[in-house]
């Protein structure tokens, strides 16, 4: 059973993931917290970004977007898994594990719930970064179009 996320903002969090992982050369957040009107994510990192790196990430995450890439899951089983993805729960609880992909942009675990097409997710917006310890955080929200809010509500 997905988690119940709001399904624009969760799908837009793993194109912010793909994207620092692309730019920067980090790995996925290691702590996200996904909420309707605003969400977070916090990666290990060696300094703050700077604006024209905020501004960068900003476009290449909307460009992911506009190009209304299909989102769909499989599934694999969980040493084959294990093999392509970090897997955070034991085998013996899912033998078999939920691959969300996002056109061929991004593959990854997750329980959550998504868009079908990218186009549904609307404009991503940076609200905020901080660095401190190690770790940099980015503050994001999008504005989805009307008919994905009804859709998602």
């Known amino acids: 059973m997905p988690k ?3 399904a624009p903002m969760h799908t837009a969090e ?6 620092m992982i692309r730019l920067f050369g980090t790995d996925r957040a290691f702590n996200c917290h996904i909420e309707r009107k ?3 994510c916090d990666y290990y990192f ?5 604006d024209q790196e905020i501004q960068l990430l900003e476009q290449k995450v909307n460009e992911i977007i506009q190009q209304d890439l299909p989102v769909g899951e499989y599934f ?7 093999k392509k993805f970090k897997i955070k729960v034991p085998e013996e609880q899912n033998p078999t ?3 969300v992909h996002i056109g061929d942009y991004d593959h990854c ?9 990218t186009a549904e997710i609307g404009k991503f917006k940076i609200i905020s970064t901080n660095y401190q310890n190690g ?3 980015i503050r994001f929200k999008v504005q989805p179009p009307a008919e994905s809010l009804e859709k998602y509500s």
């Open 4 to 6: 119940q996320y709001f």
């Open 14 to 19: 793993h194109i912010l993931n793909q994207t």
């Open 38 to 40: 605003k969400s977070k």
């Open 46 to 50: 060696d300094r703050p970004l700077s």
């Open 76 to 82: 694999l089983p969980y040493k084959e898994a294990a």
């Open 97 to 99: 594990i939920r691959i």
């Open 109 to 117: 675990p997750c329980a959550g719930n998504h868009v079908e097409h």
């Open 135 to 137: 770790i940099l955080r």
